[in-house]
């Protein structure tokens, strides 16, 4: 498994870096689209196929919506860095990382061993989700059943986000510039 | 954005009720196989956007489709509301399945699961109309422009 991993690993930090370096916006999407697509095979190979068929559909979709959005606006990007920002930029950046690692590091004995959850509820939702939900799909179980607040919590918030997309983005009641 | 050609619009009345049937099978059997609400609420959107990316957006840009897209979200988050507090109303938990204790059905079945596969489609209409209704906000309409 891990063979695979690391790679596309790899690939997706290369990704990430291309789309915050590159001036070109298309390209940055475009690059924004490898972390995605790696994602998916991720999840693949790591045997979730609920959240691999999520993941390369909403990666398509928001990838069309942020072409057609950019192909409609600006293709250049505009941002400006003088020596006093990127200084400010780049050491935040270090000193968050060094403690990141650092905790990291200190908790990392702690761990589970990758792919062996020990939380108890963990093997009760595996054991009886089918008896107590009559759900097949042990996804659907614990999301829509055992763990259906998080999900009400995420509908909301899509909700609340397309709420707050159509009114900066209005066109009724805006003052002419 | 102008439609495009020909043999694109061709492919895409094609495809995309494929696309669509697809996206309604994945929400419906939600509690059967991989997939969901939001998996098929997605795959609806983008048969939507698909066909308004190749037709042009010159029919999409009415304010009638933006605001049929915020009403339809706003009915699917309200049925998922509803669905919640249906277990109150029964004096149970928030989120009590109590279409399940009325109707259990048989594991594997499609009516089976009490309210899992309608909290699937009411998260699949929502979903759906969210995408569709930022695609049309941030893809399609101008801002400043006069409706």
């Known amino acids: ?177 | 954005m102008n439609g495009m050609t020909l043999i694109v619009k061709r492919i895409t009345q094609l495809m995309m009720p494929s696309i669509f049937m697809l996206g309604i099978y994945v929400i419906v059997h939600g509690h059967l196989t991989p997939g969901g609400g939001f998996a098929g609420g997605v795959l609806i959107a983008g048969s939507v956007v698909l066909m308004v990316l190749a037709f042009g957006s010159e029919e999409a840009r009415s304010s009638a489709l933006k605001w049929r897209a915020s009403l339809w979200e706003s009915i699917g988050i309200f049925i998922f509301w509803f669905l919640a507090i249906l277990g109150m109303i029964q004096k149970g938990p928030f989120f009590a399945n109590v279409i399940q204790k009325l109707y259990p059905g048989s594991p594997g079945q499609l009516f089976s699961a009490g309210m899992i596969p309608l909290c699937n489609l009411a998260i699949g209409i929502e979903v759906a109309a969210a995408l569709f209704a930022i695609f049309i906000t941030l893809a399609v309409m101008k801002t400043g422009e006069k409706q």
């Open chain 1, 1 to 177: 498994m891990l063979p695979f991993l690391v790679p596309l690993l790899i690939l997706m930090i290369f990704g990430a870096l291309v789309a915050l370096e590159s001036r070109d916006l298309l390209s940055g999407i475009i690059s924004l689209g490898i972390i995605g697509f790696a994602l998916t095979i991720i999840f693949l190979i790591l045997q979730a196929p609920d959240l691999a068929i999520v993941q390369i559909i909403i990666e398509t979709l928001t990838l069309v919506i942020l072409i057609a959005a950019v192909l409609r606006t600006s293709r250049e990007d505009c941002t400006e860095s003088w020596g006093m920002r990127k200084a400010v930029v780049a050491g935040t950046g270090l000193i968050f990382t060094a403690v990141f690692i650092w905790k990291f590091i200190a908790i990392l004995p702690y761990m589970p061993v990758f792919g062996e959850p020990q939380l108890r509820m963990a093997r009760v939702y595996l054991d009886s989700g089918l008896t107590m939900t009559g759900a097949v799909n042990l996804v659907a179980a614990v999301i829509l059943d055992f763990r259906a607040y998080d999900t009400l919590g995420e509908a909301t918030v899509l909700f609340t986000s397309v709420a707050g997309v159509v009114a900066v983005l209005r066109t009724v009641g805006r003052k002419r510039s």
